[in-house]
């Protein structure tokens, strides 16, 4: 099967549109349309549903969608492992999505050790919240995902990278510092939560609810972001918040943020790695995951 007439098929199931997906594939409209009439003439059946304002695969398009993209995994891993044999470099490029957590913390600086041990390997790091990395693996956008929950999602699998302390911080001077309280205290210490579809707040919610409690039990106010938004905020002396330890180890050895402990709360979380079901994997990301798991 031409593998051409497969890139531009997917190409426009994943754009819903031929003119952008002419665009991102750097030939005109009318080859595309060729390249997918050619396509279904071969198959005798209709792959795309053009009677709408977006272009949906049908039935039968979504049967080839998921075996096209395998077939052009394996091709893009076939030509990795014979380019690079041939020199001994690992080649090609590596597309992976993490959640803001372990993004801002321990990803950024695998994937620089990781490139500068392969030169010839390029390496593309979207940040994003939990929900919207396993959306991007999903839709096979990302190759790999680093997230800190784990969402149900039919089209991806996940498996365990590495453990990830949550710790409640506050200023130094703030009441709680050092101590450890009540859960009920919360309430009085203006708790400061990241938006729906972080993994550290899905953590700290399944936490609650072991304890009977819920999340809006704490009379939450200020809802302010990701990571950093919160991390900020607490800073400044506007509250307390739930957060990875990674993430705020400078503050603490600065000592501008300081922790509190809430009795029977001992939250952490598993880092996990996140992949489309049924995809295979580059070589490239082969390599990543054994270089990371050696490290953390």
């Known amino acids: 099967m031409d593998t051409r007439q497969l890139t531009a098929f997917c190409t426009v199931v994943e754009l819903k549109s031929f003119s952008q997906a002419a665009e991102r594939l750097g030939v005109t409209q009318p080859a595309v349309s060729l ?8 198959l005798g059946q209709q792959l795309l549903d053009r009677s709408g304002r977006r272009v949906e695969p049908t039935e039968a398009g979504l049967r080839l969608y998921r075996g096209a993209q395998r077939l052009l995994a394996f091709e893009q891993q076939l030509v990795e492992e014979v380019a690079g ?30 490139q500068r041990e392969n030169p010839e390997v390029r390496v593309e790091l979207t940040i ?18 680093i997230v800190g929950a784990t969402p149900r999602h039919r089209s991806v699998a996940y498996e365990p990278f590495f453990r990830d302390e949550v710790v409640l911080v506050c200023p130094p001077e703030h009441p709680f510092a050092g101590k450890t309280i009540a859960i009920d205290a919360l309430k009085d210490g ?29 009379d939450v106010r200020l809802e302010l972001g990701l990571q ?8 400044a002396g506007y509250g307390v918040t739930f957060i990875s330890r990674a993430a705020v180890e400078g503050e603490l050895a600065a000592g501008t943020l300081a922790i509190a402990r809430v009795r029977g709360l001992e939250p952490s979380r598993q880092i996990s ?22 490290r953390v």
């Open 228 to 235: 950093e938004s919160v991390k900020s905020a607490v800073e």
């Open 35 to 42: 390249q997918i009439r050619s396509l279904e003439q071969r």
């Open 128 to 145: 994003s919240d939990t929900q919207a990395v396993v959306e991007a693996v999903a839709r096979r956008e990302l190759e790999l995902g």
């Open 190 to 218: 203006t708790l400061i939560v990241m938006q729906e579809g972080a993994g550290v707040r899905q953590v700290i919610e399944d936490e609650l609810r072991k304890l009977g409690t819920r999340l809006k039990d704490l």
């Open 273 to 294: 790695l996140v992949r489309a079901s049924g995809r295979v994997g580059t070589r490239v990301a082969a390599a990543f995951v054994d270089f990371a798991n050696a």
């Open 85 to 114: 044999e041939a020199d001994g470099e690992l080649r090609g490029e590596l597309a992976i999505g993490a959640a803001t957590g372990p993004g801002a913390t321990v990803v950024p600086l695998l994937l620089c050790e990781f």
